[in-house]
């Protein structure tokens, strides 16, 4: 069945209507699909369109068209083009011609709007849930080893010791804000287009606003031309979807780098490992790599939309419809990764001595510094007398914290026998208690902080 | 003046310094830079670690140094690898040694974030003016001829009469939810990072929710290391600039059309249109295919930081350097375009003649086929039987509304005398009276939301 | 089964499974893998690894798992990971424990390589087959009108006069650069990974030369660390393809304009068309519309994979498990829109006197500056000149053709009483003769050398 | 000086002229305009356009105007809009009116078309030479300890031994993959558009094929319309230093990684390393994160190009201007760095003591299922033993190299005595001698091999 015809001498081509079907990809809107019909059969009725029997009758048959759906049994049609299609000429079937009435008013431009603006919603709330189980998961694993000393890395190279606890809270405030962007991008799916109609409104009284209601929207559009072509919404969610997967990606790297035999902090469970088809000893972070990988298909989606939008003429054109598949995709992509990853992160090895043997005396360098400005030399300047001290260090081929005070003396006077206590790691830390730092009790208080606004 | 240097044994190699170097990019970060520069100097002073005179000839210094930024005269000089550095290099010429206790307790790591949060936040202002006053010019030709019916399109085809207020708002709407992600991206940039130091903290007792205050933050970062490494607000600003860019491809694609000799509907003025080296008769719409043209860049610039982003493994590394070109070419595309687009369709002539005679009475199938359901027959098949007349008068070289009486009853007995009321494009108009519709009270009612959105 | 799992002392992770397995869409490459196992067991055998009778054991097997492939008959089991996995795990069934020879010497990351490679240059002869089949329908569309004048445009505002055999053979030479960037990939592709093991290279004595030769491949690969990372081919591949969709959204653009009914200067065949669910009149141009839109998805692939592949580390990481689903939807794309393109040219009603009507005198207005250079005067003046002449005539509300004598003397003395020639389209197509010139003449000798490419 | 305006009532907008202005970016193809331009003139004599002292003195005043250039005395105007207008505008002011018979026959369309290609065909050349000698230092370093092993990684988990020589040449292949792309975007450009004239051909009886010849290109454009429309070279261009890019960001992270303290394979000179303004003890990669960063903006020139060629319409539209700076950048991007890494290896110091300590026994497990298969057990089976021997070893914190021969008779009894001999890693490298194995003797092959294919 096909919704249109009667004005073609011809049949359409069979290599066209096979690339010009929707059906499957656009099948997984049936739920959406049916439910919007069944909101605007009533509607027509309310509008005095239909008779209330005749509403009553699409109703019950997109039930049990929806019934079918769900157990399994909808069989599609060879002529079915798109989701819309299969589901009107099944309801045909069920229910004779009073199915013909349901499209009344109606255009499958503001139909297919409303269908895919519902399913970003439903799918922004799928995600969120995803994303908070997976930053619980961070939160967890950061409390564990909260003080735990660990160096911090700057251009990959050991810059200062901060402790494991604020280091994984990092992967945490990301998160939060892609949370954040889902709802965005929720808000921005949450607008009724459904009564515009092709692109100039329905010639019937339709009450918008309640059909919005019925259907959980938060409002209506406001210019039906812009109903039926905007899809900003689209955008926005895989815009969000982008850039958790680069969040991912940078959470992914670092637990690959920190798996290393070089790194050596973490080790991942057996059961998030995978093996090698060819070297028995193999133990490989696969699902760290596909997190990190599969950030390029998420970018490519958003790029590959916004090239399909630009310069787009009119209210609706065929172009449209290549915007399902890369959100689905995206979706698909995220609910697979996300629950592993969270799943890897619990069950994570963690090596604090394997951290704490990697933290080297020369990172304690700003510390020394900052030791000099206490003697009352401007900053600038100990930076450079302290680098030279690290150059000496380095020709002796010794630690920092071995040069012994006349060696360090000759670089500055100002160094004293109370230079020794600069290479205090636990000091180090605890000197970074500003909001944000390494200090422990600022990590303390981060940690509240995270659970109380992953709680909000 | 380099900020490092007495670790190295050796000069940096030349090229490196020039790939390295910032400063011919970063250079319009000097107000940022200073302002924030300044407040650190009140923050150091605040927190002991400065003396009050100290801290005011920091200030004052740099005071004067912006000085020679705003009225031209600063000189970079030969080893300034970025702003930060020049700054700090013409403060220590100002006002000796005590420049060099200006950056105790900071890092360019924490001090670079803070500017270019800071110019992101200012650049979301500007933009905003710049897309209020777009929409706004949208808003005065739109009511203009408020009423004039056009031919609506979709596919590029004829659709159903639409009126040129009803067009003109359709592009309006957009813009508003462009100015909604404008302030997405500025929330997103309001947030300090200034002292969480190289990844770990400032070692100094610095009141950062007095700094945040100072400088005109929302808040403060929670996480040192996510503070110098995250650049979701950059990624929120190129997002808003490429969908912004994607709404005006689509605008100037349609203009483009419309002002082609074959539609006609409008003609620019002389004063927004260009002309040909060779072709002495042509005047082009450059503006508009630069509008649309532009868009690659901005899509362009999204996607290569999304790559640069992916996979970075810790809080700070020089890739992140990559982050201010894009940004600042977005920003200086968007703001040369907008004002031109907005200049353009002030001085548009439109011609409403022209569009009225593009309205072809076949685009009133749909409300034959609504003739039809109000007769009682189901809209599927009133659909099927309206599609078989347009083929008929097709088939005779006739206007479906030319088919006489006899002809359209061989099609269905339903038509009667009263079709002909169907071909008044003035009633077809009206009977779209519903929300966001196309009838002339409608779009009263959409302009005067319109009017409140856009001053709200 | 899985090819590996000694090692771990758990199960994996049954969601991580999910993620991981790739067979979903690497079943697709099955008769490349066999057939590449098949050359691997004859190579072990060469070299000495294996008995003839097992190798033919191995051979046969293969062959067996092929057929039931071919027939529909394979059945995944639950732990087939990807294709390797799954063919090897029943030819175990079929064949028993010699199947476990299979693998020896052998890494998937260079089975995968080998497939995808072999899968890459047959995709490029299908594609191959369709564009040249395109480019043929538009030298048969070409050839029909070849010298019926039309409006040639810049900017899309009408320009000078052309033909539109000339304008068909616009669109003709880029496929034909697309013919030679696929050969290119074909070639990319065309280098041997098998025998490269992991990474390391073989251990055994493979003489990879014959394989490569047994294979199809052109070359064996230098490096075996570069042999199994190098996804080269699949970029070019994916280059190839972004831009052949580019050409194909040029000419669809073209296309629907043409067949707007402003435009009108053709019409699709009803099979090529499809209507509205709404509005019984439509005859929309969908077909093109897909061609358009899905330039998005080519172009997305292309930064996806790109991104993916951005600052992987070393030998095989697993995100290269990425590589092919973009391959595979791009080359889906393509092959479903290419045949649909050739057959709606085949089909095109074009309207040659609609073009005619279009053709406005004042786009000989270059023309009249020739004319005016003819009569000595320089042509920046020459075109000033006509400039004004267009000017004067606009203001009159008459063609520039229209200007008589004395009023165009005013402008300049040059022109004279043979000015009226200047206003010839045939002519003025005519003086166009030069190589890739619009003359008549000029366009069949193109036409000649489009042909003889075409077959070349 | 604008090329045109006589057909125009008014001042371009002042904004627009801003807007529209190519000249701060186009300026930098002065060169190639002001050489195209006198093979013009000579041509357009030729044909008998202009008289021989008239395209003399052409080709004398533009070589004046190229010595301003050269010289830097070049003053560009106000109104000059483009390098075109501004070249005729100074041209004008030397030699007087002849100037204006300079543009006869020819538009800017096919002129700026040709000026670009000119520019690509030297920028593939100059780019070639950076490619060639980062190539060649990638060949002397691996040379250097062509035989030294180090641990190959896959998954970034150490998998086999390999040479540090064949891990270096696994960079040289993609680099040479990658000059034959810039070879092949060199010969797209190769394509003479001039005579073209704006899209319809020149109306003049140019030698096309002699134009080309004297400037360079291998032939000449075959239809006029795509030649000034097709920018397929500018994206094979972008396209292959997209790849190159991504190319060089893998070898980066490698070398990142490898000189973290963590590995300590490497450690880059203090002439290639940058220091930190707070840490003192830092010395940071900055040139090898730099080449991984930028990547992301070549990637997104060559996403926004495609985007903004998408879906054009006709011959020439203004859209078109935006092809230039996305390859500007790229080339500069490029020639920054390529010279960088070149001088950065070559004084790269090289640890092998380091790389040596890394070698696990385990890396040779695979080794040791070769060994089981050659007692007889077939591959998959010897893989399985050898599993639960590394999981034995593991559970025992021992080496498998030190399980005793009755532990690891228990797992098979195919083990014997001269299983010791496996765990030597001298001989496990000498087993890879297949083609492109890390065998050194097939490594010293390749090597020979890589320095035929670069002088090739």
Redesign the interface.
């Known amino acids: 069945m ?12 069979e ?2 209507q ?3 079907a929707s059906l499957p990809f656009d099948i997984r809107l049936y739920r959406e699909d049916i439910r919007g019909s069944q909101a605007w059969a009533r509607a027509l009725a309310q509008a005095g ?1 239909l008779s209330q029997p005749e509403a009553q009758a699409l109703v019950e048959g997109l039930a049990q068209v929806l019934q079918e759906f769900e157990a399994g049994d909808f069989q599609p049609a060879p002529g079915d083009e798109d989701i ?2 299969a589901v ?1 000429r099944r309801l ?1 079937e069920l229910i004779g ?13 503001d139909q297919v709007a409303t269908d895919f603006r519902l399913w970003v919603m439903r799918a922004c709330d799928d995600l969120q849930g995803d994303v908070q189980d997976l930053a619980q998961a961070l939160l967890e694993r950061a409390e564990e080893h909260l003080e735990a000393p660990m160096p ?11 402790t494991w606890g ?2 994984m ?6 998160l939060l ?1 892609d949370r954040g ?1 889902l709802r ?1 991008a929720r808000t ?1 799916a949450g607008v009724l287009p459904l ?12 009450d ?2 309640a059909l919005a209601r019925e259907l959980g929207f938060d409002s ?11 899809r ?1 919404f689209a ?2 969610f895989l ?1 969000a979807c ?2 958790l997967g ?1 969040h991912l ?2 959470l ?3 637990m ?2 920190f798996s ?4 050596g902090f973490v080790e991942l ?19 760290l ?2 997190a ?31 915007d399902k ?2 959100l689905f995709d995206a979706y698909d992509t995220l609910r ?2 996300l ?2 990853l969270a ?2 992160l619990r069950t994570l090895q963690v090596h604090p001595g394997r951290m704490a043997a ?1 933290l ?1 005396p ?2 304690l ?6 030791y000099l ?1 206490g003697k009352g030399i ?4 100990a ?9 000496l260090a380095e020709a002796r081929g010794a630690g ?1 914290h071995e040069l012994e005070l006349p060696a360090l003396r000759e670089i500055s006077a100002a160094f004293d026998e109370d230079v020794a206590r600069v290479f205090d790691v636990e000091a ?1 830390l605890a ?9 422990p009790e ?1 990590v303390r208080r ?1 940690l509240q ?2 659970r109380r606004a992953l709680a909000g």
Chains 1, 2, 3, 4 share one sequence.
């Open positions: 096909k919704l249109w015809g009667g004005r073609m001498s011809k049949e359409t081509d290599l066209l096979r690339l010009n369109v819309h299609t009107e045909t011609p009073v199915a013909g009435k349901l499209h009344t008013g109606r255009s499958r431009n911090g890395y700057t251009h990959l190279q050991r810059a200062q010791p901060i604020h280091w809270l990092s992967h945490f405030w990301p804000r962007r965005q921005a009564g515009s109609g092709a692109l100039a409104g329905t010639s019937y009284p339709i918008r606003q209506v559009s406001s210019n039906s031309i812009d109903a039926v072509s905007d900003d955008l926005q815009f982008a850039l680069v990606s940078r992914a790297e670092q690959i780098l290393s035999a070089e790194f469970d057996d059961a998030y490992s995978t093996g090698s088809s060819l070297m028995p000893q193999k133990k490989n972070p696969d699902p790599e596909l990190r990988g599969k950030v390029g298909r998420l970018v490519g989606h958003l790029s590959g939309l916004l090239t399909t939008l630009k310069g787009l003429p009119s209210a609706y054109d065929k172009d449209l419809q290549e598949e890369p697979a990764l629950p592993v799943g890897l990697a080297d020369a990172m360098a700003t510390d020394l510094a900052d400005v401007p900053f600038r300047q930076h450079e007398l302290v680098g030279r001290a690290v150059r920092i180090a000197r970074r208690g500003a909001e944000g730092g390494t200090a600022a981060q902080a995270a």
